[in-house]
């Protein structure tokens, strides 16, 4: 473990805790005990009991990517081959929630969180589209409204991947995974409209696997991004504290646990673990 984060993280050393996978993301911890995730080139969706066995609780996920909880505990879903945003509703029957923006088709959803106010943001990139298919002008961060309207808030990100807020939900941080390789942080208003934008930490490492993917925060505000070598720790003000170093490389992390002080991530072929010493934000949704 890199000797800069000490104090930060426990483990000596990452605990794998599955792997045959094909390529992992959208971590997600429920307090009944378990983590779900997904397998994007196998189109499932995983539950994990920490100890046992990976279980398939959903097939044909349309490449479902990143997931969060909306303020009523429902599992929201980012799907790239659907081009969507979904919500897995309580009797187990899917609802679409957007896929369109202005009367187009959106790209492809990536990563989405919700705020406590029931806000949704999701990313929208689009880089990786044969061109007959894109239909937006722009690879966006949208906004869902409590009211349900949504609209685009950030339009000017070439590859808008993953997103987390502080933990008084004043700043929200959006990576961009090319081609410069950055988090961006933005002051996010009570109207969901944001502002100053500035770079707040660049990722960009020469001969390293890995990109400015998925993200969370902790409740003292360090930023922990998976990226070229491993998971980036940040400080609140953006200066690099270390990087966790796995097998593989990470797409995503996410914290959870009884207390909130494991921090799970979903890396190529396997699912890793580590234990921190301080808490990561809940999900004002969690159930």
């Avoid at 997931?67 to 609802?95: K, Y």
């Avoid at 957007?98 to 943001?121: E, H, Q, T």
């Avoid at 007959?132 to 409590?146: F, L, M, W």
Wanted: with cysteine.
């Amino acid at each position: 473990m890199d000797e800069r984060l000490a104090g930060i993280i426990e483990s000596a050393e990452p605990e794998q805790l599955a792997s045959g996978f094909e390529f992992t993301e959208g971590p997600l911890w429920y307090s009944a005990g378990y983590w779900k995730f997904v397998d994007i080139r196998t189109n499932r969706i995983y539950k994990l009991v920490p100890g046992g066995q990976p279980e398939v609780v959903r097939e044909d996920s349309n490449q479902a990517n990143g997931l969060t909880f909306d303020l009523q505990g429902r599992l929201l879903m980012c799907e790239m081959e659907s081009r969507q945003l979904n919500r897995w509703e309580d009797d187990g029957s899917f609802t679409t929630m957007f896929d369109r923006w202005d009367g187009k088709r959106l790209n492809r959803p990536n990563d989405v969180i919700c705020a406590s106010d029931g806000s949704i943001y999701f990313t929208d990139p689009g880089p990786r589209m044969e061109p007959p298919e894109k239909e937006q002008s722009i690879n966006g961060v949208y906004r869902i409204a409590p009211d349900g309207t949504m609209s685009p808030i950030i339009t000017d990100f070439e590859f808008p991947n993953g997103l987390a807020l502080s933990p008084d939900e004043r700043t929200l941080y959006v990576a961009n995974s090319r081609p410069d390789m950055v988090i961006k942080a933005y002051d996010l208003r009570p109207t969901g409209a944001v502002d100053n934008g500035r770079v707040f930490a660049n990722l960009a490492l020469e001969g390293q696997e890995g990109v400015p993917d998925g993200m969370k925060v902790d409740v003292e505000g360090r930023v922990y991004s998976t990226g070229p070598g491993g998971c980036w720790v940040f400080s609140p003000t953006g200066e690099h504290l270390g990087t966790i170093v796995l097998p593989e490389i990470p797409a995503n992390c996410a914290f959870g646990g009884p207390d909130y002080k494991t921090l799970f991530f979903t890396a190529r072929t396997g699912v890793y673990s580590v234990r921190t010493t301080t808490a990561g934000v809940k999900p004002p949704g969690a159930v």
